[in-house]
């Protein structure tokens, strides 16, 4: 028997479908379209084993979606542009495009081993000036439509690197990079007006009934939309410059305007500036709040900071009364008005405020078991149900009536209206720097921003950039920068923003269409192949890349170059590969151990880690995401030698559900390895098949066993549970044991069973299922073959086996057939041998059968 080798079964046939061209889609194949596609990934240089998982899962989908009979689109691309490549280009003296593409083809060699049934002939990067060129002329689209503008805006500046900086680049304050204090700085930006479609956005997640409901969940807290009021608060006194109607509020909670204690306003808001410029001491308040984190995350988690302006303004409802003025560093300038009445007895961030600066808290809002003159609020405010009191006119309403009636008495007096309100704002698309896509607009002294002509597309990076200053080199070019105005011929200069990477995800699933078109989306390739079936990525995209998605393909549809609103039809987010970290301590700071430098051994019943090289004892940490910051990573290309790729896809979807973490095991790999070989055992071992009939009755429990299976697999793989359908082929192969290929009387039974399992497992391990498929010597390629399908005669079990209780103890099971009457079946439970022993001296009373379950026998 020929013990299985995968380095050289593998690289056979992945050379056998790369020469008949095998995963080649045409956009006029006849065939019912599925369109599968993983989250492209970014040109890093290595590929790791969540790269393994991810594409693994997508895999597995389109190569059984193929054999069912589909014309299935999987491609892949490049996520190409970004900062990465021009910090390498600053560190290690590379151009960012040399870098990039070496990287890319490194991924692909990677990607290429691990047989993927891809159509490489759709492949592109979206720093290809094929693909940014057309990106850029639908930008131009969107831009004579009005949905991209420009503004002036507030951003977070790096003042070494001089470029503006994400919230989630400032880390303390500081740039993630160079570690300067970030400033922040009002430059004009770039946005795109996704607010215009947030309504749809939102009332639309209703019909992604395949998505899951934690990523519909986020996306609509992330857009959040509320109802409330927006009125305006008269000062008390003069009011400052500017704010002679009042300041303006927003609130979702206008029920507890009586238990107001104090004004709210953000760091940045208007009237802040405008006292922060008169005044030192609300300078560098304000100074303080903008070096903390910029995030909203970090802002929710930060200690509440105040400062009492010294300004009061009028209750509305209350004659005589007045509120403090605070700036408070928890208020966000970007979220309704940048301004707030604070309720602390009925809002968390409110109370702590309140609590630290010693403000009152007055409870307005009576739970159902509390008395009104004993109920009070401690560390925790009270955010549920109740009834309205300490309230004036809305004592005695709910909540909700309470809101309707303090809005129409606001509205009544003019001071303000019932509001929708949204968190999400409009999508700033402006980078200073160079590795993106430009915007193909010029400036002109005379015309101002002029789009750029068509033949003037694509407007491509110039490729002779120094990164030897800070900032953004484009800026620097002594030829790129300077132009013609397209509209009067004068002096002009391009833009030197270039775009956010979200851009150019937001729309490559249509490219993926017809990649080589002359327009930017071939309609009709995209009109057969969109929506996306099924779409595979890291939670850690739930948001921003699958809105930006959303949003931009609203927005070509209404430029009518989609037909769908709706890119993915199906989402699945699948977990982490995570691994033990190893280190030792060097200093403050733990200095990181690749896996493979360690030897684990037991002492004492204890998990030692030491280093090969000199025995050193190492540190054992937590397990997490495999990272190349911590060295946690395990080199695919290491597993594949050793094991081959098939153990590591099968040990990646085996080990856990596949939207869970899994966690690496080298025993895991082993046991998947294991299988492999097993399952070719069984391959190698069968001769040909008699010509008649099977003369064991037992065939017919194997050909049940088959027929089982592949109902099971085909649900697992239906219901994204990949691991339970490799656990049942995991089973399988061990009845299949019981039949040896020496069984003759079971021979057509045996084939039969074979040639169902070498179809089940290709698409988890393809390049197995081809050697077993030839093995027995089957017409073609496995990957050609047909999914079997499983008889439902056959997956109906003829007996089923029946616990047996008396008084509620078990006291035997029956063997009966399963379609059996209930009368049949309570004569033979009363008249087992095991059952009637239990019953002397007793009377039945009742015998309760539920059907395929179980028989209750009550007696006394």
Same mark, same amino acid.
């Given at each position: 028997?020929?013990?299985?080798?995968?380095?050289?079964?593998?690289?056979?046939?992945?050379?056998?479908?790369?020469?008949?061209?095998?995963?080649?889609?045409?956009?006029?194949?006849?065939?019912?379209?599925?369109?599968?596609?993983?989250?492209?990934?970014?040109?890093?240089?290595? *590929?790791?084993?969540?790269?393994?998982?991810?594409?693994?899962?997508?895999?597995?989908?389109?190569?059984?979606?193929? /054999? &069912?009979?589909?014309?299935?689109?999987?491609?892949?691309? $490049?996520?190409?542009?970004?900062?990465?490549?021009?910090?390498?280009?600053?560190?290690?003296?590379?151009?960012?495009?040399? $870098?990039?593409?070496?990287n890319i083809a490194a991924m692909r060699d990677q990607l290429k081993l691990l047989g993927l049934s891809i159509d490489w002939s759709r492949e592109f990067a979206t720093c290809?000036?094929?693909?940014? %060129?057309? !990106? &850029? /002329?639908?930008?131009?689209?969107?831009?004579?439509?009005?949905?991209?503008?420009?503004?002036?805006?507030?951003?977070?500046?790096?003042?070494?690197?001089?470029?503006?900086?994400?919230?989630? &680049?400032? *880390?303390?304050?500081?740039? $993630?990079?160079? +570690?300067?204090?970030?400033?922040?700085?009002?430059?004009? !930006?770039?946005?795109?007006r996704i607010t215009d479609y947030a309504d749809d956005l939102i009332d639309s997640l209703a019909t992604l009934d395949r998505w899951p409901d934690k990523v519909r969940t986020m996306q609509e807290n992330w857009i959040g939309r509320s109802t409330g009021l927006q009125f305006f608060f008269d000062f008390d006194g003069v009011a400052p410059k500017g704010f002679d109607k009042g300041l303006e509020v927003y609130t979702t909670r206008p029920d507890t305007l009586f238990g107001a204690s104090f004004v709210g306003v953000a =760091?940045?808001? =208007?009237? /802040?500036?405008?006292?922060?410029?008169?005044?030192?001491?609300? /300078?560098?308040?304000?100074?303080?709040?903008?070096?903390? %984190?910029?995030?909203?995350?970090? *802002?929710?988690?930060?200690?509440?900071?105040?400062?009492?302006? +010294?300004?009061?303004?009028?209750?509305?409802?209350?004659?005589?009364?007045?509120?403090?003025? $605070?700036?408070?560093?928890?208020?966000?300038?970007?979220?309704?008005? %940048?301004?707030?009445?604070?309720?602390?007895?009925?809002? &968390?961030?409110?109370?702590?405020?309140?609590?630290?600066y010693g403000l009152p808290?007055?409870?307005?809002?009576?739970?159902?078991?509390?008395?009104?003159?004993?109920f009070m609020v401690g560390s925790e405010a009270y955010v549920g149900p109740g009834k309205i009191f300490n309230s004036g006119f809305l004592d005695g309403m709910t909540v909700e009536q309470a809101k309707a009636e303090a809005v129409a008495k606001i509205e009544a007096a003019g001071k303000g209206e019932g509001a929708t309100v949204y968190r999400l704002r409009d999508w700033g698309v402006s980078r200073q720097r160079y590795w993106g896509c430009p915007?193909?607009?010029?400036?002109?002294?005379?015309?101002?921003?002029?789009?750029?002509?068509?033949?003037?597309?694509?407007? *491509?990076?110039?490729?002779?950039?120094?990164?030897? !200053? =800070? +900032?953004?080199?484009?800026?620097?070019?002594?030829t790129w920068r300077f132009t013609t105005c397209p509209s009067c011929g004068g002096e002009a200069e391009r833009e030197t923003d270039t775009l956010d990477t979200f851009m150019d995800s937001s729309w490559y699933f249509a490219r993926f269409a017809n990649p080589d078109a002359a327009e930017p989306i071939d309609k009709a390739a995209a009109d057969k192949w969109l929506p996306v079936d099924q779409y595979i990525g890291g939670i850690e995209h739930a948001v921003l890349h699958l809105l930006y998605a959303r949003f931009i393909t609203r927005a070509l549809k209404d430029e009518g170059m989609l037909s769908v609103k709706e890119p993915f039809a199906g989402l699945f987010t699948q977990g982490m590969v995570t691994h033990e970290t190893y280190f030792r301590q060097a200093g403050d700071r733990p200095e990181w151990v690749e896996p493979a430098a360690i030897d684990l051994i037991a002492e004492g019943g204890t998990r030692i880690a030491k280093l090969k090289t000199t025995g050193e004892t190492i540190s054992i940490g937590d397990v997490e995401k495999m990272s190349k910051s911590k060295k946690n990573v395990v080199a695919p290309e290491d597993i594949f030698e050793t094991y081959g790729v098939d153990a590591a896809r099968l040990f990646v979807m085996s080990d856990s559900p596949p939207e869970r973490d899994v966690q690496w095991s080298t025993g895991g790999v082993e046991g998947a390895g294991r299988f492999v070989g097993r399952v070719w055992a069984e391959f190698d071992s069968q001769g040909a098949a008699p010509a008649g009939p099977d003369t064991d009755p037992r065939g017919e429990e194997l050909r049940r066993a088959a027929h089982k299976t592949i109902k099971a697999?085909?649900?697992?793989?239906?219901?994204?549970?990949?691991?339970?359908?490799?656990?049942?082929?995991?089973?399988?192969l061990n009845v299949l044991k019981a039949f040896p290929a020496t069984d003759t009387g079971v021979a057509q039974a045996r084939a039969e069973a074979l040639s169902i399992l070498a179809r089940l497992i290709a698409p988890f391990t393809p390049h197995l299922a081809e050697e077993c498929w030839t093995r027995l010597g089957e017409d073609g390629m496995a990957v050609d073959a047909p999914w079997p399908k499983a008889d439902p005669a056959l997956v109906v079990d003829s007996e089923v086996v029946l616990p047996v209780q008396v008084n509620g103890k078990r006291r035997g099971e029956l063997r009966v057939p399963a379609d059996a009457d209930e009368a049949t079946v309570r004569e033979k439970a009363l008249a087992d041998p095991n059952v009637s022993v239990h019953l002397e001296g007793l009377s039945v009373r009742k015998v309760i059968v539920v059907p395929g379950r179980i028989i209750n026998i009550v007696a006394g």
């Open positions: 028997m020929a013990r299985y080798n995968p380095k050289d079964v593998e690289p056979k046939w992945r050379d056998a479908w790369a020469r008949k061209d095998v995963f080649r889609v045409a956009n006029d194949d006849p065939r019912p379209k599925y369109y599968v596609l993983e989250m492209f990934p970014y040109p890093s240089g290595r *590929i790791h084993m969540g790269h393994v998982r991810n594409y693994a899962m997508g895999d597995v989908v389109a190569r059984y979606r193929r /054999a &069912q009979g589909h014309a299935v689109l999987h491609p892949m691309g $490049w996520d190409a542009f970004g900062m990465p490549a021009e910090n390498a280009a600053m560190e290690r003296g590379v151009h960012p495009k040399g $870098w990039t593409y070496d290809d000036p094929e693909y940014y %060129g057309q !990106q &850029q /002329a639908w930008f131009l689209k969107l831009l004579e439509r009005g949905l991209v503008y420009r503004k002036e805006a507030t951003v977070n500046w790096d003042p070494v690197d001089m470029t503006v900086l994400a919230n989630e &680049q400032v *880390i303390d304050g500081r740039g $993630w990079r160079s +570690g300067a204090v970030v400033e922040k700085k009002k430059l004009t !930006q770039w946005f795109m =760091p940045d808001h =208007p009237l /802040a500036e405008q006292l922060a410029a008169a005044d030192p001491k609300v /300078a560098a308040f304000v100074a303080e709040c903008r070096r903390g %984190g910029t995030s909203e995350a970090d *802002i929710e988690g930060a200690e509440k900071l105040g400062y009492d302006t +010294g300004l009061r303004v009028k209750h509305p409802f209350v004659e005589g009364e007045t509120l403090p003025v $605070w700036i408070a560093n928890f208020i966000l300038m970007d979220y309704g008005t %940048g301004a707030i009445f604070a309720c602390p007895a009925h809002d &968390q961030r409110d109370l702590d405020f309140a609590r630290k808290v007055k409870p307005v809002v009576l739970p159902a078991d509390a008395h009104p003159a004993t915007i193909p607009v010029v400036h002109c002294k005379a015309c101002g921003v002029v789009p750029a002509s068509a033949d003037q597309l694509p407007v *491509i990076l110039p490729d002779d950039v120094s990164f030897e !200053q =800070p +900032g953004n080199p484009l800026l620097r070019h002594p697999v085909t649900e697992s793989i239906e219901g994204f549970r990949f691991n339970s359908g490799i656990a049942r082929l995991y089973e399988f």
